[in-house]
């Protein structure tokens, strides 16, 4: 299978909007879908780790890719999170991916079982063999205890049905080294996480960025993505300010380790775009927390409307 061209740019992880009994909330989905590409983003990547795949049912997922293949009509492309501990639950995910119209998956490495690099290689190459749809590894390790180091990288993308990676390490000598790696091979795609070293990425020589934040303000890092393609620096730098200005106010609140996802959730809710509620083991806000979350993201969207307007 030939890698797909058109998997570029910025590819939001969209969060999975929830009803209070964890079940899909279709109406919101709907909803941060179109908002996503009226707000020109190039592809939406679901089920990842700010889809909480990990917290939700099976049933909740395959909701999730057939409403989201469905509302999105092979606009952009949709890349599927079949990360698991089960190869079988994941195969299923993939089927299902498949048979709605998706148009890649995403797979970080499965993550409870102790494994080295030669288990991790052998079980991608046993994924890839198995499934219909082209594959982006997902390099997680804050999450995953593994990382997928670059010679593993280097081997796994000689399989036909591996296409890229997703870096969300934070780790920019790890992601130089992957650009360096595929110098001569663009056609395996290398995307960034962290969106605060969006920037950075884009100049070592990524493709894109699956950064969280476009999916409060797509439109901000699609200009900053647009800024770098036509060589725009100036432009690039002031939105990347403007990138890290929200990191600080909307995903720095309180002591919590989740609080990225505490805050993206929370400050979505603000512009109607969810109802703010998180899977167990993860919660939202207190009314209290929100408040004061409240002030700070009408900071940012201000410092963003600017940024935009400017």
């Not at 707000?39 to 890719?65: C, N, P, R, W, Y």
């Not at 288990?119 to 082209?134: I, T």
């Not at 920019?172 to 950075?200: N, Q, T």
Request: hydrophobic letters at 40%.
């Amino acid at each position: 299978m030939k890698p797909i061209q058109e998997i570029h740019g910025i590819i939001p992880p969209m969060i999975t909007p929830l009803n209070s009994d964890w079940s899909l909330d279709g109406m919101h989905t709907e909803k941060l879908i179109e908002y996503l590409i009226q707000g020109g983003v190039h592809g939406i990547f679901i089920l990842g780790t700010t889809g909480e795949f990990a917290g939700i049912s099976q049933d909740v997922k395959s909701d999730l890719i057939r409403l989201t293949c469905k509302k999105v009509k092979q606009r952009i492309p949709v890349l599927v999170g079949i990360t698991g501990c089960s190869f079988v639950e994941s195969l299923d995910l993939a089927q299902i991916a498949k048979e709605s119209g998706a148009q890649a998956l995403v797979a970080a490495p499965p993550f409870y079982m102790n494994i080295g690099q030669e288990e991790l290689e052998k079980y991608y190459l046993q994924l890839a063999d198995a499934v219909d749809l082209p594959i982006m590894l997902y390099n997680m390790p804050s999450h995953t205890k593994i990382t997928i180091d670059i010679p593993t990288v280097v081997a796994l993308s000689k399989h036909p049905n591996i296409i890229g990676i997703k870096d969300s390490s934070g780790d920019l000598a790890y992601f130089r080294m992957l650009c360096e790696s595929f110098r001569d091979y663009p056609e395996f795609k290398i995307f960034v996480g962290p969106e605060e070293i969006l920037a950075p990425s884009f100049e070592l020589g990524g493709d894109g960025g699956v950064t969280g934040g476009a999916n409060l303000f797509p439109q901000l890092y699609v200009n900053a993505y647009e800024a770098f393609v036509e060589g725009d620096q100036k432009t690039l730098t002031k939105l990347q300010e403007t990138i890290l200005f929200l990191s600080h106010y909307i995903y720095q609140n309180g002591n919590y380790k989740s609080s990225y996802l505490k805050g993206l959730k929370a400050a979505m809710s603000f512009e109607g775009l969810c109802q703010g509620i998180l899977a167990p083991p993860l919660y939202a806000y207190s009314e209290k927390e929100k408040s004061e979350l409240r002030e700070n993201f009408l900071l940012v969207k201000e410092k963003v409307n600017q940024s935009l307007n400017s």
